[in-house]
């Protein structure tokens, strides 16, 4: 705690001690600096079996360089990554860095305006995707990219193994710590996805947050698999998974498409020991019974990010993994990602809570601010999340007044997450705070009424969602998925009365739900969060 003359600033830091970070040099060189002792180590093994060593790995990445510099790819241009999780997203990545140039990032299954729109604003000059994909990117009147595609290339397209397959050396490239690697977009759970600039040296003081140190918090091993079935071109599985991984040396175990039961295979087959996961991946393993057919005692650790994970779903887990931690992280793209994670991950752990998204990540502040006066809060206290350290965005894309808003004068990222700190130093997040509903003065949680409502046997989801009201403002209504095991005769069926009572009898009356719309699916993003602005249209 700081003391000023009249007012006492709280800020929170990590329970490990700082450590030094070698963040000046470029990304490449930092994830690959242990390339001699662990060339000759499986970096990438891919669904149907294919493994590249991190020799390999770091070959074709070089080639692939090579091949983008003929193109005439030079420092600061911008190449898009339009693929499914595969060698080709890892090569063209590194690629990209190791020309002192960015990459962005996006999803294949979008929209040809939601590609066109990410193009134009991260101006990219080339694209790397599927020949499936291809017609989903439309040239206006003069070529302002080029398409490069990993299978069979279609007409006025390359290919990218002859693209790779070109001589010249690559040139030195001269990298500034807060030049731009890559940009990727927010999940646009509130509004539209926004474009962050991440440097070289952000990823890299976040990935030795984690991975770093005597005792990391995020403790990886060299012999360790880890599951990368979260899609790459978001920034959790982009940084966790795959800048973390290399890194510490380990095996990557790319999915191209979630599958359950593909992904228990592949588990058991490789034996998989870490699992990146989002809550509804926890929940099937947790749930799912044919889990029970396979053999994964190899799992020892899963971390759930992304979204709040369903309270009390530890029991189901642990009876099914009893020798695997499951715990949370908290990222989210401007922090470059990762701003907590459970200390339980440590080389040397310690007592956690699965409730918490963890304790704020080494090397950084954290203060918790009352969103009216910003003044800072003690522990205990719920309010706006707030962070500073060098891992943070340089900023939006080409949107000076977002970062403004977004990063104020004292280098302080407003994550606009709503959260408290315990005596223990973890983190509990309440909700965003755009999405707290307000019923007259009273302010309620979205998340705390899901959580309620996935509690009940006869629910299989929900998402609750403000609705105007004339007299309180507004009011919390629940749109509601009924299980399928309560579908064995349509009296069982749960009724909208029922569904309200359940949530009355344990809350305050302000949070009581005024209206319950049954739905079959509640629509969500690629890594599984609630698209609230999809509901609310609904309404
Ligand atoms: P947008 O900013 O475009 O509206 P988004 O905030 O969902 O979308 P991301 O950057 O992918 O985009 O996600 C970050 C957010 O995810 C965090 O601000 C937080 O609200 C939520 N989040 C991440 N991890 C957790 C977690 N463990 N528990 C609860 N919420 C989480
Ligand atoms: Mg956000």
């Known amino acids: 705690q700081k003391t000023n003359s009249n007012q006492t600033t709280h800020i929170f830091k990590s329970k490990l001690p700082d450590i030094p970070i070698n963040n000046t040099i470029p990304l490449h060189t930092y994830a690959f600096q242990n390339l001699p002792q662990v060339s000759h180590r499986p970096c990438l093994i891919t669904g149907d079996g294919k493994t590249y060593t991190y020799g390999d790995t770091h070959r074709a990445s070089r080639s692939f360089a090579m091949g983008l510099f003929n193109l005439g790819i030079r420092k600061g241009d911008v190449i898009m990554i339009l693929l499914p999780n595969s060698p080709e997203f890892v090569f063209s990545f590194w690629a ?103 440097t070289h040296k952000s990823l890299i003081t976040n990935m030795a947050q984690l991975v770093d140190g005597e005792n990391p918090n995020l403790h990886m091993k060299e012999e360790d698999v880890v599951l990368c079935v979260l899609p790459l071109f978001h920034i ?13 040396g380990c095996t ?128 205990n206290t719920s309010g706006e999340i707030c962070i500073r350290g060098q891992q943070i965005m340089k ?15 004292e280098g302080w990222l407003h994550t ?4 408290y700190v315990d005596n223990n130093d973890e983190i509990f997040i309440v909700d965003r705070l755009k999405e707290l509903i307000k019923f007259k003065a009273f302010q309620v949680a ?32 629940a749109f509601v998925v009924r299980s399928s095991t309560s579908n064995n005769g349509n009296s069982d069926l749960i009724t909208e009365d029922a569904v309200k009572d359940f949530v009355a009898k344990q809350v305050v009356f302000y949070k009581r739900l005024k209206r319950i719309i049954f739905v079959d699916e509640i629509p969500k993003t690629a890594i599984g969060k609630i698209l609230r602005k999809e509901l609310k249209a609904k309404l």
């Open 96 to 198: 990209a860095s190791m020309l002192g140039a960015v990459s962005t990032v996006a999803n294949p299954s979008y929209t040809f305006a939601e590609i066109m729109k990410q193009l134009k604003a991260t101006n990219s000059k080339i694209v790397i995707t599927r020949a499936m994909h291809v017609h989903k990117l439309k040239q206006e009147e003069k070529n302002t990219f080029i398409v490069i595609t990993v299978d069979n290339p279609p007409e006025n397209c390359m290919s990218f193994s002859v693209v790779s397959r070109t001589e010249g050396t690559l040139p030195e490239v001269d990298i500034d710590p807060d030049d731009a690697v890559t940009l990727p977009f927010s999940s646009g759970t509130t509004g539209s996805p926004k474009g962050v600039v991440l």
């Open 236 to 248: 959790f599985a982009l940084h966790c998974v795959m800048l973390c991984s290399t890194r510490v």
């Open 252 to 379: 990557v175990l790319l999915m191209e498409k979630f599958e359950m039961r593909a992904l228990l295979e592949l588990v058991e087959k490789h034996r998989v020991s870490v699992v990146m996961a989002v809550p509804p991946l926890v929940v099937a393993l947790s749930k799912n019974p044919e889990v029970e057919e396979y053999e994964l005692s190899s799992i020892r650790m899963v971390l759930s990010g992304g979204a709040p994970l369903a309270k009390n779903i530890d029991k189901a887990f642990h009876s099914r993994f009893p020798q695997a931690i499951l715990r949370q992280g908290l990222g989210m793209t401007e922090s470059g990602p990762v701003i907590s994670m459970s200390l339980g991950f440590a080389k040397y752990p310690m007592t956690t809570k699965l409730e918490s998204c963890g304790s704020v990540v080494r090397n950084t502040e954290m203060k918790i601010i009352d969103p009216l006066t910003g003044s800072s809060l003690p522990y």
């Open 395 to 409: 900023g939006y894309l080409n949107d000076e007044k977002a970062t403004a808003e977004a990063i104020d004068e």
């Open 416 to 419: 606009g997450d709503v959260g």
């Open 446 to 477: 979205p998340a705390e009424l899901e959580g309620l409502l996935r509690s009940h046997p006869s629910i299989e989801d929900a998402a609750v969602v403000p609705q105007k009201d004339d007299v309180a403002g507004e009011v919390p209504v």
